[in-house]
Nanobody, 123 residues
Framework: DVQLVESGGGSVQTGGSLRLSCVVS????????TGWFRQAPGKEREGVAR????????TYADSVKGRFTISVDNAKNSVYLQMNSLKPEDTGMYYC????????????????WGQGTQVTVSS
């Protein structure tokens, strides 16, 4: 079975940083696309970043470019999202997702999902 377990969320002030982790079991992160998504209350789930081929291919939402970095650790079979210069609009539940097909930041195309980790950024 494929499992994705997120951690690392929390509450920070504007300008702060957090590092989210997604520990994966059931497939190798270097061989299957993995993405980070977020969902704020009352809003649709949106793609934040996607990684493929052990980091050779990365995609970011315009809203996070230059502030967020997605990476993989093949030895730990984990995917990370380093978030810097956080803003209140980054607040939401962050999910790790994997596999499937379709555009890299379209949530509907991903097959497996974690339970999420909450990120709250206060002004």
């Amino acid at each position: 079975d494929v499992q994705l377990v997120e951690s690392g969320g929390g509450s920070v002030q504007t300008g702060g940083s957090l590092r989210l982790s997604c520990v994966v079991s059931g497939y190798s992160v270097h061989s299957v696309r993995t993405g980070w998504f977020r969902q704020a209350p009352g809003k649709e789930r949106e793609g934040v970043a996607r990684i493929l081929n052990s980091g050779d291919i990365t995609t970011y939402a315009d809203s996070v470019k230059g502030r967020f970095t997605i990476s993989v650790d093949n030895a730990k079979n984990s995917v990370y999202l380093q978030m810097n210069s956080l803003k209140p609009e980054d607040t939401g539940m962050y999910y790790c997702a994997a596999a499937g097909s379709g555009p890299p930041l379209h949530a509907a195309g991903y097959q497996y999902w974690g339970q999420g980790t909450q990120v709250t950024v206060s002004s």
